[in-house]
């Protein structure tokens, strides 16, 4: 609200200064982030678009220190993404993923999803599928976005304008090309401007593009965490795990034989006590997370939020003889996998060692981060009277508990570049609504799709009442047995040729799930308002 | 023999419209047209012309690709942009949206229309455009007019939707034919005559969803596919027709444009699928290299 009427006043601002020199580009892109840099590259390796067009990319930060990015040995960001198939398929089409680091990124053969309050299961692995790529691949964003910008030091023809930000965005009288006004006091007159600048993006208040949304009680923890390596009679560690508790989803994904990226979202308070606590104790409660009964973690949640809120936060050890206590009074088998009390891991690791993550044994230093969650999506992907088009994270943002945010802003660009090329192609104008238009279709509907799902799965989750309990574990038993079924999962939501991301198939086994509720609900509700009428 | 049947009935057609009138431009049209100049380029879906917006992707596609089509007849691997450097002449502009279009694609193009309205809002839209350096021109003047005054013959011509907006098809058609250099090739895009043509086009468009403004179209203006294929057979003369024998896609060709509603977009249809020339379709042909 503030921001729109911030922008306002610059747009007003800007108005009175249009009248200045400008310099004339086909399509400016506003942001520089992993969308905004994969559209400047696939629009930079079309031969069409680099002999017709000329682009720009602005971006408000110094895009060297991205450029110049070396991390230590075995140090991990904590900002990673799994990337599905076709996101992989569409950076290694436009040639750019050659640039990344590939041995940086870990693969993701196999996933466990369980529900924290039934252990019901269901796995995924890639030898369902009949093809010899992974199902997805976990990528660093600083690796991404670092391998995209060495793609575009090859390619001249688009510019980089970095350091530089957007003061105000207006259009001249009678026109309804953008002019783009600069820090610097350069103006781009923009045949198409597309903002690909994040949440709160600026684009999107000059376009006027409204949107909806809320946002959850939820806020999301991540980290890098360290562990030891898989034992020489386990696989390796590529294996992704996610348990569904019902103050929300804990993942864990792999990024090295000993280092993985937590994403755990919980209530606000708990994830602000949890973030200042000792990282041994984070540690501690990761461990815990992904074994004790749903019971011993609400315990330990008031625990750790007592402590906090009375400013003495408990010691590591503390905690750990906490758990231990637990433990023993759930009866888990000292020598089991589900024994988070123990330092390593040697000999013949315990029966069900896989179907846990490994035990973390610190955490990276400086990667413990925590964001709030939230649900948005724009009205239109088009600004009226076109010649604005938003993307990735401008146009949606969405529950990263299936890592699907930055997948879906790869699709977004991918649909793009291909709208901008037919266009080129037939002679049309890139800024025209009509060679916009089946951009906005195509992405409004998929995105729409895949955030509803996952809105509704943190719906169905959140939850430890009983009958929806027992109906989304039945349900999810019944289709850990059945493998074609997950096969066609897998297959479905991708199109014909390339597998959906593990946490997208998921996503789809629960959405079949979340109708489960409803019903369930309604119907109790319905029985208990005949028992009360009737008692009256 | 019922080919044959249509065959003189549509010739007839022909002829008893061109016995009406000697100039093709039709005052009433121009009139209608001129009134609704100002919303040439409005994009939206309440736009009088979005239609054609959307179509126009498609026009654009067919003409490239029959070009580049006998480019390839005559050499190996010719260049994809096939338009480059071809003088194009786009007969009833409009607003200029095909225009645009092929100078965008490298062609020198001129775009006239017997409108004076609409060669201001094209020319104004044009100015807007960086792009268009010396690539694109616009006159305001009847394709007889520019026929009289100047011996400039042209690649291309090309004139879209407007057949079924002429008074004189024949004399038309005969006009643009001029037009065009020996060996060049003559575009057309309008609407056939038959019953669906009617039902989408003036019942559906103008009377029911008024996506186009009512006396847009004529029903008894429109004009069949095999009508204009017919034409060129004896067209200048007997002897030494544009088209002749059997039709080959060397010669001359007609396909269908279909309008999807739900993707709200026109598809090119493939040749000779049966019946979707029953409404919008695009024609081309060519004249002899003599």
Same mark, same amino acid.
């Given at each position: 609200?503030?921001?729109?009427?911030?922008?306002?006043?610059?747009?007003?601002?800007?108005?009175?200064?249009?009248?200045?020199?400008?310099?004339?580009?086909?399509? =400016?892109?506003?942001?520089?982030?992993?969308?905004?840099?994969?559209?400047?590259?696939?629009?930079?390796?079309?031969?069409?678009?680099?002999?017709?067009?000329?682009?720009?990319? =602005?971006?408000?930060?110094?895009? !060297?220190?991205?450029?110049?990015?070396?991390?230590?040995?075995?140090?991990?960001?904590?900002?990673?993404? !799994?990337? *599905?198939?076709?996101?992989? *398929?569409?950076?290694?089409?436009?040639?750019?993923?050659?640039?990344?680091?590939?041995? &940086?990124?870990?693969?993701?053969?196999?996933?466990?999803?369980?529900?924290?309050?039934?252990?019901?299961?269901?796995?995924?692995?890639?030898?369902?599928?009949?093809?010899?790529?992974?199902?997805?691949?976990?990528?660093?964003?600083?690796?991404?976005?670092?391998?995209?910008?060495?793609?575009?030091?090859?390619?001249?023809?688009?510019?980089?304008?970095?350091?530089?930000?957007?003061?105000?965005?207006?259009?001249?009288?009678?026109?309804?090309?953008?002019?783009?006004?600069?820090?610097?006091?350069?103006?781009?007159?923009?045949?198409?401007?597309?903002?690909?600048?994040?949440?709160?993006?600026?684009?999107?208040?000059?376009?006027?593009?409204?949107?909806?949304?809320?946002?959850?009680?939820?806020?999301?923890?991540?980290?890098?965490?360290?562990?030891?390596?898989?034992?020489?009679?386990?696989?390796?560690?590529?294996?992704?795990?996610?348990?569904?508790?019902?103050? /929300?989803?804990?993942?864990?994904?792999?990024?090295?034989?000993?280092?993985?990226?937590?994403?755990?979202?919980?209530?606000?308070?708990?994830?602000?006590?949890?973030?200042?606590?000792?990282?041994?104790?984070?540690?501690?409660?990761?461990?815990?997370?992904?074994? @004790?009964?749903? =019971?011993?973690? &609400?315990?330990?949640?008031?625990?750790? @939020?007592?402590?906090?809120?009375?400013?003495?936060?408990?010691?590591?050890?503390?905690?750990?003889?906490?758990?231990?206590?637990?433990?023993?009074?759930?009866?888990?088998?000292?020598?089991?996998?589900?024994?988070?009390?123990?330092?390593?891991?040697?000999?013949?690791?315990?029966?069900?060692?896989?179907?846990?993550?490994?035990?973390?044994?610190?955490?990276?230093? /400086?990667?413990?981060?925590?964001?709030?969650?939230?649900?948005?999506?724009?009205?239109?992907?088009?600004?009226?009277? /076109?010649?604005?088009?938003?993307?990735?994270?401008?146009?949606?943002?969405?529950?990263?508990?299936?890592?699907? /945010?930055?997948?879906?802003? @790869?699709?977004?660009?991918?649909?793009?570049?291909?709208?901008?090329?037919?266009?080129? *192609?037939?002679?049309?104008?890139?800024?025209?609504?009509?060679? @916009?238009?089946?951009?906005?279709?195509?992405?409004?509907?998929?995105?729409?799709?895949?955030? !509803?799902?996952?809105?509704?799965?943190?719906?169905?989750?959140?939850?430890?009442?009983?009958?929806?309990?027992?109906?989304?574990?039945?349900?999810?038993?019944?289709?850990?047995?059945?493998?074609?079924?997950?096969?066609?999962?897998?297959?479905?939501?991708?199109?014909?040729?390339?597998?959906?991301?593990?946490?997208?198939?998921?996503?789809?086994?629960?959405?079949?799930?979340?109708? =489960?509720?409803?019903?369930?609900?309604? !119907?109790?509700?319905?029985?208990?308002?005949?028992?009360?009428?009737?008692?009256? | 023999?019922?080919?044959?049947?249509?065959?003189?009935?549509?010739?007839?057609?022909?002829?008893?419209?061109?016995?009406?009138?000697?100039?093709?431009?039709?005052?009433?049209?121009?009139?209608?047209?001129?009134?609704?100049?100002?919303?040439?380029?409005?994009?939206?879906?309440?736009?009088?012309?979005?239609?054609?917006?959307?179509?126009?992707?498609?026009?654009?596609?067919?003409?490239?690709?029959?070009?580049?089509? +006998?480019?390839?007849?005559?050499?190996?691997?010719?260049?994809?942009?096939?338009?480059?450097?071809?003088?194009?002449?786009?007969?009833?502009?409009?607003?200029?949206?095909?225009?645009?279009?092929?100078?965008?694609?490298?062609?020198?193009?001129?775009?006239?229309?017997?409108?004076?309205?609409?060669?201001?809002?094209?020319?104004?839209?044009?100015?807007?455009?960086?792009?268009?350096?010396?690539?694109?021109?616009?006159?305001?003047?009847?394709?007889?007019?520019?026929?009289?005054?100047?011996?400039?013959?042209?690649?291309? +011509?090309?004139?879209?939707?407007?057949?079924?907006?002429?008074?004189?098809?024949?004399?038309?058609?005969?006009?643009?034919?001029?037009?065009?250099?020996?060996?060049?090739?003559?575009?057309?895009?309008?609407?056939?005559?038959?019953?669906?043509?009617?039902?989408?086009?003036?019942?559906?468009?103008?009377?029911?969803?008024?996506?186009?403004?009512?006396?847009?179209?004529?029903?008894?203006?429109?004009?069949?596919?095999?009508?204009?294929?017919?034409?060129?057979?004896?067209?200048?003369?007997?002897?030494?027709?544009?088209?002749?024998?059997?039709?080959?896609?060397?010669?001359?060709?007609?396909?269908?444009?279909?309008?999807?509603?739900?993707?709200?977009?026109?598809?090119?249809?493939?040749?000779?699928?049966?019946?979707?020339?029953?409404?919008?379709?695009?024609?081309?042909?060519?004249?002899?290299?003599?």
């Amino acid at each position: 609200m503030l921001k729109s009427g911030l922008g306002i006043a610059r747009r007003a601002l800007g108005r009175s200064l249009s009248t200045s020199a400008h310099e004339d580009w086909d399509i =400016v892109i506003v942001g520089g982030g992993p969308a905004g840099l994969a559209l400047a590259s696939a629009l930079g390796s079309s031969q069409l678009v680099r002999e017709s067009l000329r682009v720009a990319l =602005v971006e408000a930060s110094d895009l !060297s220190k991205i450029r110049e990015w070396t991390p230590a040995e075995g140090a991990f960001s904590n900002r990673a993404s !799994s990337l *599905t198939h076709k996101s992989q *398929t569409f950076l290694r089409d436009i040639r750019a993923w050659e640039h990344v680091d590939e041995t &940086r990124t870990c693969p993701i053969e196999d996933m466990q999803v369980w529900d924290g309050v039934s252990d019901s299961r269901i796995e995924f692995s890639s030898s369902l599928l009949a093809t010899e790529l992974p199902m997805a691949r976990m990528t660093e964003n600083l690796n991404l976005q670092r391998g995209l910008l060495r793609h575009l030091a090859n390619v001249p023809q688009v510019q980089i304008l970095d350091s530089s930000r957007v003061q105000s965005i207006d259009h001249p009288e009678g026109s309804n090309w953008p002019l783009v006004h600069l820090d610097s006091g350069r103006v781009l007159r923009s045949r198409l401007l597309v903002g690909a600048d994040g949440f709160n993006s600026p684009v999107r208040a000059f376009a006027n593009i409204s949107s909806f949304g809320w946002a959850y009680d939820t806020h999301a923890i991540v980290a890098t965490m360290s562990h030891q390596p898989r034992g020489a009679f386990m696989g390796p560690n590529t294996t992704a795990y996610q348990r569904f508790l019902p103050t /929300g989803p804990i993942a864990f994904l792999p990024l090295s034989p000993v280092a993985s990226s937590l994403v755990w979202s919980s209530k606000p308070p708990l994830v602000a006590a949890l973030k200042a606590s000792e990282p041994d104790v984070l540690a501690t409660m990761i461990n815990a997370a992904f074994r @004790l009964p749903d =019971v011993s973690m &609400r315990y330990l949640h008031d625990l750790i @939020l007592d402590a906090h809120a009375s400013g003495s936060p408990l010691a590591a050890p503390q905690v750990q003889a906490e758990v231990a206590w637990r433990e023993k009074s759930h009866g888990i088998d000292a020598m089991s996998a589900y024994t988070s009390i123990r330092s390593t891991v040697q000999g013949i690791p315990p029966a069900d060692a896989e179907l846990l993550p490994p035990l973390v044994t610190s955490l990276q230093p /400086g990667t413990v981060a925590s964001f709030p969650l939230r649900f948005n999506h724009i009205d239109s992907y088009l600004g009226e009277g /076109g010649r604005t088009v938003l993307v990735g994270d401008a146009a949606h943002t969405v529950h990263p508990l299936a890592g699907q /945010g930055l997948n879906l802003g @790869l699709a977004d660009v991918e649909c793009l570049s291909r709208c901008i090329e037919q266009a080129l *192609t037939n002679g049309g104008d890139v800024g025209s609504r009509t060679a @916009l238009l089946p951009y906005a279709q195509e992405r409004y509907l998929a995105n729409h799709k895949v955030m !509803s799902v996952m809105d509704k799965l943190h719906k169905l989750y959140s939850t430890s009442f009983e009958p929806v309990v027992w109906a989304r574990s039945v349900g999810l038993e019944v289709l850990n047995e059945l493998d074609s079924v997950k096969t066609a999962l897998m297959m479905e939501a991708s199109g014909k040729d390339t597998p959906a991301s593990p946490w997208d198939s998921a996503a789809t086994v629960v959405e079949n799930l979340a109708g =489960v509720k409803n019903v369930v609900g309604t !119907s109790l509700s319905s029985i208990l308002r005949a028992v009360s009428s009737r008692s009256k | 023999m019922f080919a044959a049947a249509i065959r003189r009935s549509s010739t007839r057609a022909l002829v008893a419209r061109y016995s009406t009138s000697t100039s093709s431009v039709n005052p009433a049209e121009i009139a209608h047209f001129s009134r609704l100049s100002s919303e040439w380029w409005d994009e939206s879906p309440s736009g009088e012309f979005s239609f054609l917006h959307q179509m126009n992707p498609v026009r654009v596609r067919f003409i490239r690709e029959k070009l580049l089509e +006998v480019a390839r007849d005559a050499q190996e691997n010719p260049p994809l942009n096939v338009l480059r450097g071809m003088e194009v002449l786009d007969v009833g502009c409009g607003g200029g949206l095909l225009s645009e279009s092929l100078a965008r694609l490298g062609a020198k193009t001129l775009g006239i229309d017997a409108s004076e309205a609409n060669i201001s809002i094209a020319r104004l839209h044009a100015a807007q455009d960086p792009g268009f350096a010396s690539s694109l021109s616009y006159q305001h003047t009847p394709a007889e007019a520019l026929l009289a005054e100047s011996d400039k013959r042209y690649d291309v +011509v090309c004139s879209m939707e407007v057949l079924e907006h002429v008074d004189n098809p024949t004399g038309f058609l005969d006009t643009c034919a001029k037009l065009v250099k020996p060996g060049g090739h003559l575009f057309l895009a309008t609407i056939s005559r038959t019953a669906l043509a009617y039902f989408l086009t003036i019942f559906m468009a103008e009377d029911v969803l008024r996506k186009v403004a009512r006396g847009t179209h004529t029903h008894s203006k429109f004009i069949r596919p095999e009508e204009l294929t017919e034409f060129f057979r004896t067209y200048p003369n007997t002897e030494s027709p544009w088209v002749r024998g059997q039709p080959t896609r060397t010669q001359v060709e007609v396909r269908g444009m279909v309008y999807n509603p739900l993707s709200s977009s026109w598809i090119l249809a493939p040749r000779d699928a049966w019946g979707a020339d029953g409404c919008n379709y695009v024609f081309w042909v060519r004249k002899p290299n003599i």
